[in-house]
């Protein structure tokens, strides 16, 4: 088993740079990306009443509070750069946490980065194409730059961050100004509501998929000045402000579209800007969408390198990755390793008919299997160490983490059962599985190289 500590040959270690605002910054940036944009007509598709459909926005954000507030403990009790890879090293062994660093590196994290990366290459090929491969193009393009940048620095990263969140908290609220304060359009046709519990799952599928990303900031407890109490603060205040923009903004599309007029839709936003600005409206949801993306990206990207930065720490194989580099304070060969898978998978997405599609259903099983496994750790961890000097605790334990489990275990559920599908976007999800098992020889050599 591994300790998760540093080696003596990495003595270059972290800096506590980044504030609770910081923080904050880098979990809204991370939560509020194109989803919002593209979500809610699904949601509205699979919901009978506007009262249920703003009542599962709203438990998405309640779901994802609680979630939030496990991390808490556990990033408070052991705050490290290696966050749930961390947590998961001391309750379950070496080999669990390689395995799910194998899974970030290889599936869930440069999965996401590739599936941000569609998002910017689809909404500024709308304002300026580059040929019959522009979202591609631009795609690569952004995570090569967004990498580059976070090489340069921490400071560079998280001011960049710091100026897209507040950019895209502004053109958020400026969309929700416009569609509360705005007339009702007339309510496009739509198909006949259906009913049924398996709806309701549905939407809050996607719900959930839309909130995801919060739990980011367990990457960043080292880098957090006063640590153990910044971290449960960042968390909750991060994932309110979230729901209090989502609920807004579902409220306005409702305004505006009404239900019906959602169901209808394929781009809600689009259609409420065009309702309440006439065609340049089109213009600005692409620029408000360019914003959400590149905010995702910068986020994901600075807190994936960090889980490559803590394996190369513990395991021999991956030394090089456990190097920070003092005068950029980042992690720079996690960061370009990350970059360069990110990229080849945005390389193979692109053969497929969605590479957006394609990336989310890739990332999706081993996300929630190991979302679900974090859950469980703070059980583990709790018996090995009673936590009585840490500031904060779940409340309600253990009924909190438990419902957090549950939730998890459905989703795993849900993204495995759509890999079984005839869905032509399974693929992706095949695929994503086929890689997190190739890990599983590797765990079990890496082990073997360290005992």
């Known amino acids: 088993m591994v300790s998760g500590e540093p080696r003596a040959a990495a003595a270059v270690q972290p800096r506590p740079t980044l504030t609770m605002l910081d923080a904050v910054a880098m979990i809204v940036g991370i939560v509020i990306g194109a989803g919002i944009f593209k979500a809610p007509s699904i949601v509205a598709g699979s919901v009978s009443s506007e009262q249920v459909f703003i009542a599962l926005w709203v438990a998405g954000g309640v779901i994802s509070l609680v979630g939030a507030l496990c991390y808490a403990e556990l990033g408070s009790a052991f705050p490290n750069t290696g966050g749930e890879?961390?947590?998961l090293n001391r309750a379950f062994g070496g080999g669990v946490a390689f395995l799910f660093a194998w899974a970030r590196m290889s599936v869930v994290q440069t999965g996401a980065i590739a599936a941000i990366a569609f998002v910017f290459g689809d909404y500024a090929t709308q304002l300026v194409a580059l040929g019959p491969r522009s979202p591609v193009i631009y795609a690569m393009l952004a995570v090569a730059g967004i990498t580059v940048l976070n090489i340069a620095g921490t400071r560079e990263s998280k001011l960049l961050q710091t100026i897209l969140t507040t950019a895209l908290a502004c053109a958020v609220i400026s969309v929700i100004v416009a569609g509360l304060s705005g007339s009702a359009a007339p309510a496009a046709p739509a198909p006949a509501p259906s009913s049924g519990p398996m709806f309701s799952q549905l939407a809050l599928i996607f719900i959930l998929l839309t909130y995801g990303g919060w739990n980011e900031a367990a990457y960043l407890t080292s880098e957090i000045r006063d640590a153990r109490r910044n971290i449960v603060r960042a968390l909750v205040l991060g994932i309110l402000i979230v729901t209090v923009l989502y609920v807004l903004l579902n409220l306005a599309y409702l305004n505006v579209l009404g239900l019906d007029g959602m169901k209808a839709s394929k781009a809600v936003a689009a259609d409420?800007?065009?309702?309440?600005?006439?065609?340049?409206?089109?213009?600005?949801?692409?620029?408000?969408?360019?914003?959400?993306?590149?905010?995702?990206l910068n986020a994901t990207v600075f807190t994936g390198a960090r889980t490559n930065y803590a394996v190369g720490r513990d395991f021999p194989v991956f030394r090089a990755l456990g190097i920070w580099k003092?005068?950029?304070?980042?992690?720079?060969?996690?960061?370009?390793?990350?970059?360069?898978?990110?990229?080849?998978?945005?390389?193979?997405?692109?053969?497929?008919?969605?590479?957006?599609?394609?990336?989310?259903?890739?990332?999706?099983?081993?996300?929630?299997?190991?979302?679900?496994?974090?859950?469980?750790?703070?059980?583990?961890?709790?018996?090995?160490?009673?936590?009585?000097?840490?500031?904060?605790?779940?409340p309600l334990y253990p009924l909190t983490p438990m419902l957090f489990i549950a939730m998890c275990a459905f989703m795993l559920w849900s993204s495995a059962n759509y890999a079984m599908s005839k869905d032509p976007g399974s693929v992706g999800a095949q695929l994503g599985i086929g890689v997190l098992l190739l890990g599983v020889p590797l765990a079990l050599l890496a082990r073997k190289r360290i005992t």
């Open 326 to 394: 003092e005068q950029s304070n980042a992690p720079v060969n996690a960061l370009l390793l990350q970059g360069a898978v990110a990229l080849m998978l945005v390389l193979l997405a692109s053969f497929t008919p969605d590479g957006f599609e394609t990336m989310v259903a890739y990332t999706a099983p081993a996300f929630w299997l190991f979302f679900m496994l974090t859950g469980v750790s703070l059980f583990v961890l709790r018996r090995q160490q009673p936590l009585s000097g840490n500031p904060f605790r779940v």
């Open 272 to 296: 409420l800007m065009k309702a309440t600005l006439g065609d340049a409206g089109a213009i600005v949801l692409s620029l408000i969408v360019i914003a959400a993306a590149l905010s995702t």
């Open 85 to 87: 890879y961390y947590f």
